[in-house]
């Protein structure tokens, strides 16, 4: 079993910056994709970025492209989701997930194929 913890939320103004961080607990020895997801009021749980094991392959939902950047630190078993330029429209509860797998530079985009998943953080944009 894994537990993810996410931090790092908050409220940021327009144009503002936060970094959120995961950490995966339990089984982590295993080899875990991670990604990304969020929620806003009323709508579907959306994918946001997701990062192989070894961290080498990345990829981004395009409203986030260029502002985002998801990055790991398999040595802390920590997750990053660096947040740049942020806008009212990128408000949302964020969800770290893991996904086990046996492949180190596979990325996984869809929230079914993750196994485990944090409780959330909220982020909220004001404009």
């Known amino acids: 079993q894994v537990r993810l913890v996410e931090s790092g939320g908050g409220l940021v103004q327009a144009g503002g910056s936060l970094r959120l961080s995961c950490a995966p607990s339990?089984?982590?020895?295993?080899?875990?994709?991670m990604g990304w997801f969020r929620q806003a009021p009323g709508k579907d749980r959306e994918f946001v970025a997701a990062?192989?094991?070894?961290?080498?392959?990345?990829y981004y939902t395009d409203s986030v492209k260029g502002r985002f950047t998801i990055s790991r630190d398999n040595a802390k078993n920590t997750v990053y989701l660096q947040m740049n330029s942020l806008k009212p429209e990128d408000t949302a509860v964020y969800y770290c997930?893991?996904?086990?797998?046996?492949?180190?530079?596979?990325?996984?985009?869809?929230?079914?194929?993750?196994?485990?998943w944090g409780q959330g953080t909220q982020v909220t944009v004001s404009s």
């Open positions: 997930a893991a996904k086990l797998t046996i492949y180190s530079s596979k990325y996984y985009r869809k929230r079914s194929e993750y196994d485990y």
């Open positions: 990062i192989s094991w070894s961290g080498d392959s990345t």
């Open positions: 339990g089984r982590t020895s295993l080899r875990y994709a």
